[in-house]
């Protein structure tokens, strides 16, 4: 399964804008097993709260990117699963950024 094809099964739980595909913590995390499933790689986490008139606010400290990390590829997971549990209940919903 392929990237698009991952987007798709979350398509009526996402806010999509553009590229930026977003998602509430609970949904990121089963997002983020299915695409780990197909074998793609873990780049990052956003996290976006959006506002009363619907923009999408970026939050850099509700993110989590592997370039700033000396982690290896399982434990930036892990450290990203735990990121974002952290997370439910708050109001962020999540860009979960993979590459194929």
């Given at each position: 399964?392929?990237?698009?094809?991952?987007?798709?099964?979350?398509?009526?739980r996402?806010?999509?804008?553009?590229?930026?595909?977003?998602?509430?913590?609970?949904?990121?995390?089963?997002?983020?097993?299915?695409?780990?499933?197909?074998?793609?790689?873990?780049?990052?986490?956003?996290?976006?709260?959006?506002?009363?008139?619907?923009?999408?606010?970026?939050?850099?400290?509700?993110?989590?990117?592997?370039?700033?990390?000396?982690?290896?590829?399982?434990?930036?997971v892990?450290?990203?699963?735990k990121?974002?549990?952290?997370?439910?209940?708050?109001?962020?919903?999540?860009?979960?950024?993979?590459?194929?």
């Amino acid at each position: 399964m392929a990237l698009s094809e991952v987007k798709n099964k979350y398509m009526d739980r996402a806010k999509e804008v553009g590229s930026v595909f977003l998602l509430q913590p609970i949904d990121a995390l089963g997002f983020l097993e299915d695409c780990l499933a197909c074998g793609l790689k873990l780049e990052g986490v956003e996290g976006f709260s959006i506002t009363a008139d619907g923009a999408y606010q970026p939050h850099q400290e509700h993110s989590n990117d592997i370039s700033d990390t000396t982690s290896s590829q399982s434990e930036f997971v892990e450290e990203t699963k735990k990121f974002i549990s952290k997370r439910i209940g708050t109001g962020i919903w999540f860009e979960v950024v993979f590459s194929e």
